[in-house]
């Protein structure tokens, strides 16, 4: 299992800083050996892929993605041109996330459709693939566009990665993408729900074994301030309330909401945590470090603990 780095808003930096401290976390995260540094396409914040190809201009190895990208944002001949130009930008490095999002972001906050979100992924992906596969034409007629247009941007590889909670998305990403990549799902949710699913899908369909990027909150701490410390992430970046797809994903393990699939306390309690999503099925595991304390400061000193200690784990899980 290849341990990575996944990050987010952080609206404690002010408005200025926000970009250069988000490149300045991507190059400590490749000094430090993680292997990949993801970021999601967050309402009102950075712009993600925008953020990643600056970011593959000013590091070397490891692997650059977004987790992830809504797919109702960009009409998918402009997201495989942004895709390759960032790819281009990050020499080879860059994995695409993409995903349906939530109504509550898609309805509520964009005015758009959320109607049958699968048989869009489906749709978008009979767009995206040809275009992402290398100069040419790409002719598409399908129930949601119709593109008759070429693309010469080039000839990199591009990994596509689906965010996928339920079945039809899960068949989705084992037998058009290279995996999936999951947020708020636990080591039950993961080795019972969605480990079958994608890897039977990809097997009948031919493809490699899929990937699963599983981003898991991180958070170095005494053992009596575990509970504090998952209630803290729950309430930071949870709202499981807000998004049918997330509830109907806590059914199929044994979470409630974000918190409990932290990885939380001393340093044996987070690698034992690691070693149960590994024995589940996960190969790639995004930490997404959650600060802890009351003070700025704190919550600084908190982080770097906890991203040293995490990145002191690397090698060790990249063996296993």
């Not at 309402?43 to 953020?51: R, S």
Request: aromatic share 4%; hydrophobic share 45%; with cysteine.
């Amino acid at each position: 299992m290849r341990i990575g780095l996944m990050v987010g808003s952080d609206r404690e930096r002010s408005r200025a800083d926000r970009l250069t401290g988000l490149l300045d976390d991507g190059r400590t995260a490749e000094q430090q050996g993680f292997a990949s540094f993801w970021f999601p396409q967050v309402p009102g914040y950075l712009d993600a892929m925008t953020a990643m190809a600056l970011l593959g201009q000013v590091t070397a190895r490891i692997e650059i993605g977004t987790a992830v990208v809504p797919i109702q944002t960009r009409h998918p001949l402009i997201m495989a041109q942004q895709t390759a130009t960032t790819q281009v930008a990050c020499g080879g490095r860059f994995t695409l996330g993409i995903g349906a999002s939530h109504d509550w972001i898609v309805s509520g906050q964009l005015g758009l459709p959320y109607d049958r979100p699968a048989r869009l992924v489906r749709d978008y992906l009979n767009v995206l693939q040809p275009a992402l596969a290398g100069p040419g034409p790409i002719e598409v007629d399908n129930d949601s566009f119709h593109v008759h247009a070429a693309i010469d941007v080039t000839d990199h590889h591009v990994p596509v990665l689906l965010a996928a909670l339920g079945p039809a998305m899960l068949r989705l990403a084992g037998e058009r993408a290279g995996g999936t990549i999951l947020w708020m799902a636990d080591e039950r949710a993961v080795e019972s729900h969605i480990a079958p699913r994608l890897t039977a899908a990809a097997t009948a369909a031919g493809r490699p074994e899929p990937r699963i990027v599983a981003g898991v909150p991180v958070a170095l701490c005494a053992p009596g301030e575990v509970d504090a410390a998952r209630a803290h992430a729950s309430a930071v970046l949870g709202h499981a309330e807000l998004s049918p797809n997330y509830l109907r994903l806590l059914e199929h393990g044994d979470a409630d909401d974000v918190g409990d699939t932290m990885a939380a306390g001393d340093e044996a309690a987070v690698a034992a945590r690691f070693r149960r999503y590994r024995e589940a099925g996960v190969t790639d595991l995004a930490a997404r470090v959650i600060p802890l304390g009351d003070e700025p400061a704190a919550r600084q000193q908190s982080r770097k603990r906890t991203q040293r200690f995490v990145a002191s784990l690397c090698a060790e899980f990249t063996r296993g």
